[in-house]
């Protein structure tokens, strides 16, 4: 059975008929389910917009470094995730060129952090994404800057 033919059958809209934001939801689905490293730690895609996500997360107690307090790379983790949902929402593969993270307060076991990324900037093949981390009490803990790069394909087939 061809691609759309399966689209139909599923009652799904081909990608090149959908609404952006639409669009983003699907492209933020499939790319969900083939991600093994956000889904194994735990990381949950909330909402995902065009240009836009959000990503929710409980620092559970193997996040924790020899401080007692949550990881960076962890908090990095979260955040680059939610980055490569939000960059990869208009169904472009796009992939990260170059990122930085400031580290503001600590994190705490069992706090829930939640990542939202927005985009600044898109020109050519180059956007640029800010993702702010906060905690449970809405306190900013991490800000994030990616740097992303459009390459070949698509995250779900076109037609």
Known sequence: MSTANTQAAHGHRAASQMEPDEL??????AMYEADACSRGLGFELMEVRAGYARMRATVRPDFLNGHDICHGGLIFTLADSTFAFACNSYNVN??????SIEFLRPVHGGDVL???ALEQTVSGRTGIYDIR???GA???VAMFRGKSAHIKGHVIPQA
């Open 24 to 29: 983003a939801r699907e492209v933020g689905r």
């Open 94 to 99: 796009t992939v990260a060129s170059g990122c």
């Open 114 to 116: 939640t990542a939202e």
């Open 133 to 135: 981390v906060t905690n």
């Open 138 to 140: 809405g306190e900013t």
